[in-house]
């Protein structure tokens, strides 16, 4: 009885109960669960792309922070390094003037002296050992 019910309540050119009860059948075995899959598949996407969006950004601040380490060791600020750049290679030729002199007035006869005997030890040019050479030398110019 209650099918007749049914029956009676839906127009004849509507839709067909049988189809939409196949339909609803359908939907609840297959559809259903298929967008359920869908729907934890996106979640997961969507988790998967925050972790990842925050390791970017992790590693966006450590290179930030690199690069400002790196800039303070060449002492530029960082923000026109090719200029900056540019402006610590002209002051080259005056760091090296500034070696030149203290290499020139520094004593380095000494070592150059000391070198040379060694490698004439080293040869066998020299039957005395290159500091003993050093010493008798340096005792002779105080003499």
Do not use: W
């Amino acid at each position: 009885m209650p099918q007749r019910s049914i029956v009676k309540y839906c127009p004849p050119a509507g839709v067909f109960i049988g189809e939409a009860a196949q339909t609803l059948v359908q939907n609840a075995d297959y559809e259903i669960p298929y967008l359920q899959k869908q729907m934890a598949k996106c979640n997961q996407q969507m988790a998967d792309a925050d972790r990842r969006q925050s390791e970017y950004t992790r590693a966006a601040e450590t290179a930030a922070n690199n690069y400002k380490k790196e800039c303070e060791k060449l002492g530029i600020t960082g923000a026109a390094v090719r200029q900056e750049l540019r402006q610590l290679a002209q002051q080259l030729p005056a760091l090296f003037e500034q070696l030149v002199q203290q290499l020139r007035s520094s004593d380095l006869d000494h070592i150059i002296h000391y070198y040379r005997h060694f490698t004439q030890y080293a040869h066998g040019s020299s039957a005395s050992k290159p500091g003993q050479q050093l010493q008798d030398e340096q005792q002779q110019q105080q003499q």
